[in-house]
């Protein structure tokens, strides 16, 4: 069994989007069935904050490439795998972007920790994309769920059930 080591950069993004994403749908969520509107600013200000991590973690994997899987896993493995790690990384960028859009479309402009980014525009108001912008937005934290849920049992079955690397190489590298 080998297994090739994960650069530091690698793990330290991997955790810092990993607790902002859990944090961000954890909130989505509340957000959504409370109607807290007092939680809407900071839900946006971190949502702002990840994508620039998200964006630096792109350029990472562009640079080095996906890690290689542990040479016992399966061929399915590797696909679903792979599959995976494309949808958990590509949502974690339109996540935002949905947001954002939304927001802005929706005249209400873009705040950062209370700095005015984009200003609150209520004329310039765009129904259509406001509306398209947000079905996006819920429509991609479902599939992160589903993808997250997927990811995590892998994560555990290589742990427990195969017992090989896979799930401390993502701490330790
Ligand atoms: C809290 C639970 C999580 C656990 C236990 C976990 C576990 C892991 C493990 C073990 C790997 C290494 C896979 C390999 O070596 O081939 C990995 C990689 C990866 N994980 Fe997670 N993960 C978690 C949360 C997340 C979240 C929230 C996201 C994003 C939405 C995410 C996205 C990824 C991606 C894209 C990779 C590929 C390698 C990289 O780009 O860093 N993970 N994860
Ligand atoms: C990775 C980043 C993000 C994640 C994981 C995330 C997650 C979520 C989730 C799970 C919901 C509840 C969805 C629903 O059922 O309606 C939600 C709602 C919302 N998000 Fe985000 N979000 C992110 C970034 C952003 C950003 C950057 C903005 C705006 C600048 C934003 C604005 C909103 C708004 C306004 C709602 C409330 C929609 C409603 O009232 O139903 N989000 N978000």
């Known amino acids: 069994m080998q ?3 994960l650069s530091r950069t690698s793990v330290v993004l991997h955790w810092v989007v990993a607790i902002m994403i859990l944090m961000l749908l954890g909130s989505g969520i509340y957000m959504h069935e409370f109607e807290a509107r007092d ?3 900071i839900h946006k200000s971190f949502g702002i904050t990840i994508t620039l991590f998200v964006v630096v973690r792109i350029l990472w994997r562009l640079k080095e490439g996906w890690p290689t ?15 995976s790690h494309y949808v958990l ?7 935002p972007v949905s947001g954002m859009i939304g927001s802005v ?5 873009l705040y950062w920790f209370g700095v005015e980014l984009i200003a609150r525009d209520p004329a310039g ?33 290589h742990h427990f059930i ?5 799930l401390r190489r993502i701490f330790r590298g």
């Not at 479309?105 to 402009?109: D, F, L, M, P, Y």
């Not at 398209?132 to 555990?156: P, R, S, V, Y």
């Open 3 to 5: 297994t090739q080591k």
């Open 39 to 41: 939680v809407y600013p």
């Open 69 to 83: 899987p542990d040479s016992s896993h399966a061929p399915w493995e590797r696909i679903l795998s792979r599959i």
């Open 89 to 95: 990384i590509a949502g974690t960028l339109f996540m």
């Open 105 to 109: 479309a929706g005249g209400r402009g």
């Open 125 to 157: 108001k765009n129904k259509m994309l406001a509306e398209a912008a947000h079905d996006a937005h819920e429509m991609l934290a479902k599939i992160i769920i589903l993808f997250l849920i997927l990811h995590i049992a892998g994560a555990l079955k």
């Open 162 to 166: 195969d017992k090989d690397n896979t």
